[in-house]
């Protein structure tokens, strides 16, 4: 949902419930504990049959909700379970009464993993909304090339024709909630705007939940042609004006919403930007990795210098800069090279005692090579949204937090307000105090989201809808 954090390891979470009698139920854990301290959240049920076990996994972080395990097998006193992807990975474990702890292998590299039984009750989110809703919701599936997309259109009551949004999400794969931390916030929008009278899509994105491909793999017309596709639908909807089908994208997905609405058959009504970064890829990058740097410093030592935070940051940079070059060539070999020494750099230098074994820092290593070479992070890297934005001529809203450190505001708003300068309806805000999900936050920083209730901040989700109202009453 963000412009992308240099890769790290897959990141998985998993969330829990109430005790259940073992091995059944829902447990809560960590992958790498110690090392990365990636949550995961896992479900074990009786099979069909009543005679085996099935069980699904969550993983938030990449938009994977109640994804199929397989081989999920007990034996005794261990349990084994899979995942049905490239790379096998596979989870093979001890149950000691609610705990389970054992080895996470994928590709041949492993990584150790616990989980716990009803370490802690789920988090009901207060901006969530629960059925039963007051509109109707239609799964969704539509072609975009040779992938199948899956969404959810959420419709007002009535026959009348409506004005739709198309939701559009930020980087890297995600599900149609965009959720993260406990947090769901395009359900949250889409709740929004529909009880306000407008009719919302928001979709799985490629290779996540229903909708096939790889978002990894996909390239930006890859994704402008997923947009394209989704407006199209709207457009021939039966209770969806044609007329009145615009875009609303979060972070990443600000970069696409203004290319697809002027690329779209018919064009779109209107666009909205929330935390649209207005400068290129790589400069973003820059600015995100400062902020990320400084305050992952502070907040594990608040009396770490000035100069050590520069020194940090003058490193960062340093290698950023040499990595760009190598990727704007498709020099692979180079880029893989250059992370490689960069992380053996970084591993050695840590205290013994906090070093990851081989096989997990190789694991590491590697991840953060093949994330660093793919196609979605190199696009966006080249990226620079501003000939799209100064083309723009519909109404266009864009909004950022002022307390964002993954797209900052002080980067982004100027830019964005120069852009924007010759459209006839051009709205730019930066709300103070918001994070990049628009929550009310402390510092800003990720660790930070799953920590705060609200999902977005209620002063947004009226300005966005106070500003479609004006433009596009939707009753």
């Given at each position: 949902m963000?412009?992308?954090?240099?890769p790290?390891?897959?990141?998985?979470l998993?969330?829990?419930?109430a005790?259940?009698p073992?091995?059944?139920g829902?447990?809560?854990?960590?992958?790498?504990p110690?090392?990365?301290?990636?949550?995961?959240?896992v479900?074990?049920?009786?099979?069909?049959?009543?005679?085996?076990l099935?069980?699904?996994?969550?993983?938030?972080?990449?938009?994977?909700?109640?994804?199929?395990?397989?081989d999920v097998v007990?034996?005794g006193?261990?349990?084994a379970?899979?995942?049905?992807?490239p790379?096998?990975?596979?989870?093979?474990?001890?149950?000691?009464?609610?705990r389970?702890?054992g080895?996470f292998?994928?590709s041949?590299q492993?990584l150790?993993f616990?989980?716990e039984?009803?370490a802690e009750?789920?988090?009901?989110?207060?901006?969530?909304?629960?059925?039963?809703?007051?509109?109707?919701e239609?799964?969704?599936?539509?072609?975009?090339?040779?992938?199948?997309?899956?969404?959810?259109?959420?419709?007002p009551?009535g026959?009348?024709?409506v004005?739709?949004?198309?939701?559009?999400?930020?980087?890297?794969?995600?599900?149609?909630?965009?959720?993260?931390?406990?947090h769901?916030?395009f359900?949250?929008?889409?709740?929004?705007?529909?009880?306000?009278?407008?009719a919302?899509?928001?979709?799985?994105d490629?290779g996540?939940?229903?909708s096939?491909?790889?978002?990894t793999l996909?390239t930006y017309?890859?994704?402008l042609?997923?947009?394209?596709?989704?407006?199209?639908?709207?457009r021939?909807?039966?209770?969806v004006?044609p007329?009145?089908?615009?875009?609303?994208?979060h972070?990443?997905?600000?970069?696409?919403?203004?290319?697809?609405?002027?690329?779209?058959?018919g064009?779109?009504?209107?666009v909205i930007?929330?935390?649209?970064?207005?400068?290129?890829g790589?400069?973003?990058?820059?600015?995100?990795?400062?902020r990320?740097?400084e305050?992952?410093?502070?907040?594990?030592?608040?009396?770490?210098s000035?100069?050590?935070?520069?020194?940090?940051?003058?490193s960062?940079v340093a290698?950023?800069?040499?990595l760009?070059p190598?990727?704007?060539?498709?020099?692979?070999?180079?880029a893989?090279?250059?992370?490689?020494?960069?992380?053996?750099?970084?591993?050695a230098?840590?205290?013994?005692e906090?070093?990851?074994?081989?096989a997990?820092?190789?694991?590491?290593?590697?991840?953060?090579?093949?994330?660093?070479?793919?196609p979605?992070?190199?696009?966006?890297?080249a990226?620079?949204?501003?000939?799209?934005l100064?083309?723009?001529?519909?109404?266009?809203?864009?909004?950022?937090?002022?307390?964002?450190?993954?797209?900052?505001?002080e980067?982004?708003?100027g830019p964005?307000?120069?852009?924007?300068?010759a459209?006839?309806?051009a709205?730019?805000?930066?709300?103070?105090?918001?994070?990049?999900?628009?929550?009310?936050?402390?510092t800003?920083?990720?660790?930070?989201?799953?920590a705060?209730d609200?999902?977005?901040?209620?002063?947004v989700?009226?300005?966005?809808?106070?500003?479609?109202?004006?433009?596009f009453?939707?009753?």
């Open positions: 963000t412009p992308r954090l240099i790290l390891l897959i990141a998985l998993f969330a829990a419930a005790a259940q073992d091995p059944l829902d447990w809560r854990g960590a992958l790498g110690g090392v990365i301290d990636l949550e995961i959240r479900t074990i049920a009786a099979d069909d049959t009543g005679a085996g099935a069980g699904t996994i969550d993983i938030p972080a990449q938009g994977l909700v109640a994804f199929p395990l397989a007990l034996d006193d261990r349990i379970f899979a995942m049905p992807v790379g096998d990975p596979a989870f093979a474990g001890v149950i000691d009464g609610d389970i702890e080895t292998t994928q041949g492993p150790p616990f989980l039984r009803g009750a789920a988090v009901l989110r207060p901006q969530e909304p629960l059925p039963p809703f007051p509109y109707d239609q799964e969704v599936t539509y072609a975009s090339g040779d992938v199948t997309l899956a969404g959810t259109l959420t419709l009551p026959d009348a024709r004005p739709a949004v198309l939701l559009i999400t930020g980087s890297g794969p995600q599900d149609r909630n965009v959720e993260i931390l406990g769901k916030p359900l949250v929008i889409a709740d929004h705007l529909t009880r306000a009278g407008y919302v899509l928001r979709v799985d490629r996540v939940g229903s096939t491909g790889s978002d996909a017309d890859d994704l042609g997923d947009v394209l596709a989704g407006v199209a639908l709207l021939d909807h039966p209770r004006d007329e009145g089908v615009g875009l609303l994208g972070s990443q997905g600000g970069y696409l919403a203004p290319a697809a609405a002027l690329a779209a058959d064009g779109v009504a209107f930007l929330m935390a649209g970064p207005a400068v290129d790589f400069a973003a990058l820059l600015a995100q990795s400062e990320v740097f305050l992952a410093m502070r907040a594990a030592d608040p009396t770490v000035d100069e050590d935070v520069a020194a940090v940051i003058a960062q290698f950023l800069e040499a760009f190598l990727l704007q060539a498709e020099d692979f070999d180079g893989r090279a250059l992370v490689r020494e960069r992380a053996e750099t970084e591993l230098a840590l205290p013994a906090q070093r990851p074994d081989d997990t820092a190789e694991a590491m290593i590697e991840a953060n090579q093949e994330g660093i070479v793919s979605a992070f190199r696009v966006f890297l990226f620079d949204p501003q000939p799209n100064r083309q723009l001529t519909v109404p266009t809203l864009a909004f950022f937090g002022g307390l964002d450190v993954q797209v900052p505001a980067q982004s708003e964005m307000r120069e852009a924007l300068a459209n006839p309806d709205t730019v805000i930066t709300f103070p105090g918001l994070n990049h999900v628009m929550q009310p936050a402390i800003g920083n990720v660790d930070e989201y799953g705060i609200v999902t977005i901040d209620p002063v989700l009226e300005t966005v809808t106070t500003w479609l109202q004006e433009r009453p939707a009753r």
